[in-house]
């Protein structure tokens, strides 16, 4: 399946808003596109985050995104970007989509002088890890991540 991958813009949120809601959905949130709409405006109008948008190159439908928000390391001193989203809509499945995006990523990480790529996924989410194995990521075993939820 051929795609056109690029980074979304604000004329992008049509084709951004299902596959973000279908991502939260796929993380036990409901379905809100509301909110999904007003999130990525957001990040998006803010310059808050980079986000890749995969797209079918005939008919323009959305089948993919990842989601990038830049940060910093400071025991290694570099700038980092954390990937936190990625999906890819059930159709664009099993065609490279994913891999595709995450390339994007690392193309684009790599252009803009950020020292590392950094992410985090469900413990069930094996065909994500095996994905993000397969370039190269490996497993942190050393720092446990926690939360406060607020």
């Known amino acids: 399946m051929t795609t056109t991958i690029r980074q979304a813009e604000l004329r992008d949120l049509p084709q951004l808003v299902p596959l973000f809601d279908a991502y939260r959905q796929f993380y036990r949130y409901p379905a809100d596109p509301a909110l999904a709409e007003r999130f990525l405006a957001d990040r998006i109008g803010r310059r808050e985050s980079i986000i890749f948008l995969a797209t079918d190159p005939v008919t323009g439908a959305g089948l993919g995104f990842t989601q990038l928000y830049p940060t910093f390391c400071s ?3 570099i700038r980092l970007l954390v ?4 999906f890819v809509a059930p159709e664009g499945r099993r065609h490279g989509i994913g891999r595709q995006l995450m390339e994007r990523a690392h193309h684009y990480a790599r252009e803009e002088g950020f020292g590392r790529v950094m992410l985090q996924t469900a413990h069930t989410n094996t065909g994500a890890q095996a994905l993000y194995e ?7 075993t050393e720092f446990r991540v926690y939360e406060l939820v607020l």
């Open 75 to 77: 025991t290694a001193a």
């Open 83 to 86: 990937l936190y989203d990625l």
């Open 134 to 140: 397969s370039l190269g990521y490996r497993h942190d």
